[in-house]
């Protein structure tokens, strides 16, 4: 396994949509590896989630996982999902506002509106597909990797960038809030 490099923003593999996997792709030895070493990255840097153009590879793949996190330190755990081609459906209209991050924004964090509530469908590093429901801090994540896939990042969703704030200013005025 191998800890890849993130890009950062002002990369443009991370402002262009990323291509669908194919199906027959999904098994082969090469892809299996690389869907190992997105895990890898997401854990050596903290991660919540990394997609794969954050890796400078332009494929609908995302690697998800909660755990104890000292960038998230008040987020509820999920445990490790991996999703290929995913399809997000919002459910209801309720949106929410919360603080979000991101690895190739380092440094940075700001309140971010997103759907309360989705369906995920999506394929499994099998190539099964998985389909779910995710509410609250979960489908936050998801819906800011499945953004990433589409060439966007959580500056793009921000209605203003008043509570765009540096982490250490973070800790200090806005921890809490
Ligand atoms: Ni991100």
Not at 31 to 46: H, K, S, V
Not at 95 to 104: A, F, H, N, T
Request: charged share 25%; with cysteine.
């Amino acid at each position: 396994m191998a800890i890849l490099k993130v890009s950062q923003l002002g990369h443009p593999v991370l402002r262009e949509p990323s291509q669908s996997v194919p199906e027959k792709q999904i098994c082969t030895p090469d892809f299996q590896r690389f869907i190992d070493d997105m895990i890898e990255t997401m854990r050596e840097y903290d991660g919540v989630g990394l997609a794969a153009p954050q890796v400078h590879v332009p494929w609908r793949v995302a690697t998800i996982e909660v755990g104890e996190n000292p960038r998230y330190p008040d987020a509820p755990e999920v445990p490790l999902l991996v999703i290929i081609n995913p399809e997000i459906t919002p459910v209801g209209s309720e949106m929410e506002e919360d603080w979000e991050g991101c690895l190739s924004v380092p440094g940075l964090r700001g309140k971010t509106p997103r759907h309360a509530a989705l369906d995920l469908r999506a394929l499994d590093r099998e190539g099964n597909p998985i389909s779910l429901q995710a509410e609250h801090f979960f489908a936050r994540v998801i819906q800011h990797e499945v953004d990433h896939l589409d060439g966007k990042v959580y500056l793009d969703r921000m209605h203003d960038f008043r509570t765009l704030t540096h982490l250490q200013e973070f800790a200090r005025y806005w921890l809490g809030d």
